[in-house]
Structures are given as C-alpha cells and as structure tokens.
C-alpha cells in the first residue's frame, strides 16, 4: 500500500529497531506516504529526508 502512494521505489522495515526506511524519488508526497502508512494500523514519528546513496560491493571498498 506504501509503494502505491507515491513515487516509492522500496521500503524496509525493522521491528527491532522500530523504524520503517522509504527510498522515493525527489518529488514524493511525504503526506500520501504517511497517510499510507498511517491507514496500515501504525504511528508515523519523524519524517527525515535526505539524498539516498547506492550501496553496491564496491562500496565496500572505498577510501574515506
């Protein structure tokens, strides 16, 4: 239901660590999103918005 919401491309959740990861393109409606999840049965806490990084193998071996 999440991914039709909007322009939502994945989402994880993590019940031990009580949070709920949706990767979505720039112009996602955060609301529909919300509202989405919100119609599933669960509270929506901070909503956090930030450039996604791709993480491949060989991400695993850049210099920092």
């Known amino acids: 239901a999440v991914r039709r919401a909007a322009n939502v491309k994945k989402v994880t959740s993590s ?3 009580g949070q709920t990861v949706v990767v979505a393109e720039d112009d996602a409606d ?3 999103i919300a509202a989405a999840i919100r119609e599933q049965g669960y509270g929506v806490g901070e909503i956090t918005v930030r450039p996604y990084e791709k ?5 695993l071996f850049k210099k920092k």
């Open 30 to 32: 955060k609301e529909a």
């Open 55 to 59: 993480k491949g193998l060989f991400g």
């Open 15 to 17: 019940h031990e660590k």
